[in-house]
């Protein structure tokens, strides 16, 4: 029993180890470095106050004085709005998707499903790329544009939709995948108990597949939201700066801006934010285990 | 054919729905192949077939540089993470799912639920704070972090399907655990290790947060790099770059995931 135990210990020691350096202390040295002040050259000075906290939603004033400044805000709001619409559109999207997956051939059905998957190994930063040539100056977005008589557009580029179709590409297999899992276990004899009954095939979705497949998208909801309210390159590349989202305004804060504490702050509202989601996730779903077995 | 219209299982438009997804996902990846085999210097106008880009893409100094910073940090990392998460999965696939085990599996899992670009200023601020100046191994340490859960996962996954007959018939033979584990288990694992190690490699290879906010002089990798020259200006060089890295990233992802859907169809 002890040479068990002994075995166990060792085997995850240097997992904890690694974890530990590299996630669980710097993650409570952020913590601290929020409350620090900014150092004179970037880096910053060791303190404890909420300054910059404060400086999420007030700027100092000429005379010293508070002033209420949403710019910070609206950046956090335009982060969620982006996560929130991209797994909006990502669950539209994976149900008819998988569906038609799950009912295919059985052959076909694992050559499709990694196709969903493959373009996911593909470096995000290409991945993005790609997009921005295709909505650039001169691209084949432009050119489809005008081929079918569109009129004169400026660019594609650096507009909440060039944002939302790269967003959508990068995180869009981490919802099909859940959503297929779901489906497939689906029982047919389900579909025809609902249409003997009399329902179409829009009540049969509505009243049946749908609430059937809830635990598939709620599961690839979690998958997708978490990363699109993270990230770094869409809002870089495809939003062009104008586009401002938390992942970039903490990336400037550690480049050209400088200013480590508030840098440090805004990454712990992100991870404050992304903490909730987990939590309200695994709440609901022992809500589920519980009703499932009562 | 002529039931199809009434089959209740079919809904119409999905079909078409689907395929225009499948094409919507492959068309940036064709874009950019295509496009590296252009003629002109202009990415968009397409003037004639060329594979120059590819002689001037691998005569560059600078971006062979920066293959061989990633291929050292991904080799370095890919080994560690794949190691570290063998060991982990060995005890976590027997251990009770409770109490501190089922603490151990969020931990070695943390990387993949925490935004990345939070894991990356951490990282940033903890090496600042010990004075580490040697960039590859701050670089290899946060890649090693971040892959690791593409190595456990796999490896996890096949040793929880594996009976654990064989094993214990070795330590009826009197093996010795080590014995048992290097002539009896690993070689029963091994598609789930191999797997694991493909994903972690890819991971590494391909990342870009965690690089860019690490990068200092001599540690610039690929993706790092990539990112410097779309911020000049897009070029047929570098659809050619992107090409190579897009091949590269779908043999290996396309080997690793062939050899875990092996490992989880052969029965034992």
Redesign the interface.
């Known amino acids: 029993m002890k040479a068990l135990r002994t075995f166990r210990f060792w085997g995850l020691a240097p997992a904890w180890l690694l974890m530990g350096l590299t996630l669980i202390i710097p993650i409570g040295i952020v913590a601290g470095v929020s409350l620090g002040d900014r150092g004179p050259y970037g880096g910053f000075d060791w303190a404890l106050n909420f300054t910059s906290y404060r400086e999420i939603l007030f700027t100092m004033g000429w005379t010293d004085e508070l002033e209420f400044d949403p710019k910070y805000l609206m950046i956090i709001g335009r982060t969620l709005a982006y996560g929130l619409a991209t797994t909006a559109i990502c669950m539209a999207l994976s149900v008819p998707v998988a569906y038609v997956i799950a009912n295919a051939r059985e052959g076909w059905k694992p050559v499709l499903v990694y196709l969903v998957t493959l373009p996911f190994w593909v470096s995000m930063i290409v991945r993005v790329y790609a997009w921005l040539i295709i909505l650039g100056n001169e691209g084949l977005a432009e050119k489809t544009w005008k081929f079918f008589g569109g009129g004169d557009v400026d660019t594609f580029l650096f507009t909440p939709g060039a944002m939302l179709v790269g967003m959508v590409y990068s995180y869009i297999p981490l919802m099909v995948l859940p959503v297929y899992a779901a489906i497939e276990k689906l029982d047919p004899a389900l579909l025809e108990a609902s249409h003997d009954l009399y329902g179409n095939r829009w009540t049969t979705l509505r009243r049946v597949i749908l609430p059937l497949t809830w635990p598939g998208l709620s599961a690839g909801a979690i998958l997708v939201f978490v990363p699109a309210i993270g990230t770094v390159l869409e809002p870089m590349l495809l939003g062009g700066g104008k586009q401002m989202m938390m992942g970039t305004l903490i990336q400037t804060q550690f480049g050209g801006g400088r200013n480590w504490p508030f840098g440090a702050a805004v990454a712990m509202v992100l991870m404050a934010l992304v903490v909730i989601v987990l939590i309200l996730n695994a709440r609901r779903a022992a809500g589920a285990a519980k009703e499932a077995a009562a | 054919m002529s039931d199809h219209a009434h089959d209740?299982?079919?809904?119409p438009?999905?079909?078409a729905?689907?395929v225009v997804?499948?094409l919507?996902?492959?068309?940036?990846?064709a874009?950019?192949i295509a496009?590296s085999f252009n003629q002109n210097r202009?990415?968009?106008?397409w003037t004639g077939f060329s594979t120059e880009w590819y002689a001037a893409a691998l005569a560059n100094a600078a971006l062979m540089d920066a293959l061989k910073v990633s291929l050292t940090v991904a080799v370095i990392a890919t080994t560690?993470a794949t190691?570290?998460?063998l060991?982990?999965a060995?005890?976590?696939s027997r251990?009770p799912r409770k109490g501190a085990y089922r603490l151990?599996e969020v931990?070695?899992n943390?990387?993949l639920?925490?935004?990345?670009?939070?894991?990356a200023?951490?990282?940033?601020?903890?090496f600042?704070?010990l004075g580490l100046a040697n960039g590859m191994l701050k670089l290899t340490?946060?890649h090693?972090?971040f892959c690791?859960p593409f190595a456990f996962l796999p490896i996890r996954a096949r040793l929880q399907g594996m009976s654990r007959d064989f094993e214990e018939a070795a330590q009826d033979l009197y093996a010795p655990?080590l014995t048992a584990f290097r002539r009896v288990t690993l070689p029963l694992i091994a598609p789930g290790v191999f797997a694991g190690a493909m994903l972690a490699f890819?991971m590494s290879?391909?990342d870009?947060?965690t690089s860019n906010?690490l990068n200092s002089g001599g540690t610039t990798t690929l993706?790092v790099y990539?990112?410097a020259l779309?911020k000049r200006g897009?070029t047929p060089e570098?659809?050619a770059i992107?090409t190579l890295?897009?091949l590269a990233?779908?043999v290996?992802?396309?080997i690793a995931?062939l050899a875990s859907?092996r490992a989880m169809r052969r029965d034992l």
């Open positions: 209740i299982r079919r809904y438009g999905a079909r729905l689907t997804f499948f919507w996902l492959y068309l940036p990846i874009v950019v496009f202009l990415v968009s106008v560690g190691a570290i998460a060991m982990a060995m005890v976590l251990a151990s931990v070695v943390l990387p639920m925490l935004p990345e670009i939070v894991v200023v951490a990282v940033l601020i903890l600042s704070q340490l946060a090693m972090a690791t655990p890819v290879m391909d870009f947060i906010m993706p990539i990112f779309i897009t570098l659809n992107s890295l897009i990233s779908l290996i992802a396309t995931l859907a």
